[in-house]
T-cell receptor, first 114, second 113 residues
Framework: GAVVSQHPSWVICKSGTSVKIECRSLDFQATTMFWYRQFPKQSLMLMATSNEGSKATYEQGVEKDKFLINHASLTLSTLTVTSAHPEDSSFYIC??????????FGPGTRLTVT | AQSVSQHNHHVILSEAASLELGCNYSYGGTVNLFWYVQYPGQHLQLLLKYFSGDPLVKGIKGFEAEFIKSKFSFNLRKPSVQWSDTAEYFCAVNAGRDDKIIFGKGTRLHILP
């Protein structure tokens, strides 16, 4: 099946710094990628939809200036958490949609802001 | 707006018991429905999906789900659970032409050996 990778899998950063998370579709082209956030013992919350070559569409309540999304190619989308704060600590998961309707999920990135 | 409701937050069963996890969605039009599983320490995996056709969908690992349009439901079932089914289960919906998948809050399933 289709594989989606994320890098890094785990990152710790200091408050006020920025962190970039990469999401790659390894064996297929993804015109659309999605970024989710998952709090402990809670469900996935969709943050934004990322389309290759265009601006991301953010869900209501998600700060676009804080969570910068770039979908530079058909196999790579990045999420940058700018000026991170402890409340940004979470599990970030991306998914990629192939030419059909199925989405494939990455393994997630655990961000801890100290 | 689309929403997904999972009735059971935490379910504890003994091995060989039958399982049914409830899922209801709110959207009046055409929907695609999914069940995902997240094993401890692992990423989300697709269990099964319904796009169209036979409303009884069979997935991996002996799971099945039935789409009942009149009840806006897509309940997950398994006749005999195993200890290895311990995981978190998420129901999700994708409505019409919208690419977005909206997840329910999840059901944590714990199987006693």
């Amino acid at each position: 099946g289709a594989v989606v990778s994320q890098h890094p899998s785990w990152v710790i950063c200091k408050s006020g710094t920025s962190v970039k998370i990469e999401c790659r579709s390894l064996d297929f082209q993804a015109t659309t990628m999605f970024w989710y956030r998952q709090f402990p013992k809670q469900s996935l919350m969709l943050m934004a939809t990322s389309n290759e070559g265009s601006k991301a569409t953010y869900e209501q309540g998600v700060e676009k200036d804080k969570f910068l999304i770039n979908h530079a190619s058909l196999t790579l989308s990045t999420l940058t958490v700018t000026s991170a704060h402890p409340e940004d600590s979470s599990f970030y998961i991306c998914s990629a949609r192939d030419l059909g309707s199925e989405q494939y999920f990455g393994p997630g990135t655990r961000l801890t802001v100290t | 707006a689309q929403s997904v409701s999972q009735h059971n937050h935490h379910v504890i069963l003994s091995e060989a018991a039958s399982l049914e996890l409830g899922c209801n969605y709110s959207y009046g039009g055409t929907v695609n429905l999914f069940w995902y599983v997240q094993y401890p320490g692992q990423h989300l995996q697709l269990l099964l999906k319904y796009f169209s056709g036979d409303p009884l969908v069979k997935g991996i690992k002996g799971f099945e789900a039935e789409f009942i349009k009149s009840k806006f439901s897509f309940n997950l079932r398994k006749p005999s659970v195993q200890w290895s089914d311990t995981a978190e289960y998420f129901c999700a919906v994708n409505a019409g032409r919208d690419d977005k998948i909206i997840f329910g809050k999840g059901t944590r399933l714990h199987i006693l050996p």
